[in-house]
């Protein structure tokens, strides 16, 4: 019984004496401890940007994916457990689908938002059960609008809507400089977006980790406003201009 949790994080249905549930908390440990995530909404769309570790050298480019896409105009980006995000993809996607069936047109962004946070928060509620050890940003564009939205959604069921966030091991640091392109750029679009966001990823990945493959996904003019990944040749440029101004504002200091 001695520890952190003195007995209180045995099960997710009992409180601590301050008024705690442990086994939340441990969720949260699992995303702080996973890979760098990050969604910025722009002027024109939603880019996603995940720092993939690299568990392998024999692992195939492009497999363990870390965003998905939930519809046609909207993605997913995870922090955290990726067996666990499997099943809230999932999830999403058949609300999606079951609210396309019942009314012939595709799910408002909030709803889907409010409906996730209501399935993860179900799974701290029951001993049987344990809290998913991931957060999602859920990216959608209006398909009439075409107004860009950007939520997280945490393993305790909270749901916040961001016009950029980040969650994982190096989220405080990429929120910085979120937080500073945003105020340089308030007219950031896709494509501009598309360096900036490869330069976080490098200056916040941490070198003691293992090496890390770069994926980006955006919903755009330039993917006729569907989730799609980047082309590689442009995801290999962005990536490659980042670590250029990284090099040169090293040397600088």
């Known amino acids: 019984m001695a520890g952190t949790g003195a007995g209180y994080d045995l099960s997710v249905t009992t409180f601590s004496p301050d008024g705690r ?61 990726v067996a666990d995000a499997r099943q809230i993809v999932s999830r999403a996607r058949s609300e999606a689908t079951q609210y396309f069936n019942a ?41 009439e609008t075409k107004k860009p939205s950007l939520f997280c959604i945490e393993p305790n069921g909270m749901v916040y809507k961001y016009q950029a966030t980040a969650e994982g091991k190096g989220k405080q640091a990429a929120k910085t400089e979120i937080e500073k392109v945003l105020a340089n750029n308030p007219e950031l679009t896709c494509e501009q977006a598309l360096m900036l966001v490869a330069k976080i990823i490098h200056k916040v990945h941490d070198e003691k980790d293992k090496d890390f493959e770069l994926e980006i996904s955006w919903i755009c003019p330039a993917s006729n406003y569907e989730h799609a990944q980047v082309p590689a040749e442009q995801r290999k440029a962005a990536e490659a201009e980042a670590k250029r101004i990284l090099e040169a504002e090293q040397e600088d200091d």
């Open 21 to 81: 549930v442990f086994q939340v908390e441990y969720a949260g440990k699992a995303v702080e401890n996973s890979g760098t995530t990050l969604a910025i909404c722009c002027k024109d769309g939603v880019v996603f940007a995940a720092e993939k570790f690299l568990l392998s050298k024999m692992l195939v480019p492009g497999t363990a994916k870390r965003i998905f896409p939930v519809h046609r105009r909207a993605g997913m980006s995870i922090a955290g457990m």
């Open 103 to 143: 009314y012939c047109e595709e799910m408002p962004s909030e709803l889907l938002a409010e409906r996730l946070g209501l399935f993860m928060h179900a799974y701290t509620l029951y001993w049987s059960v344990r809290p998913f050890g991931c957060t999602a940003l859920l990216g959608c564009v209006d398909q």
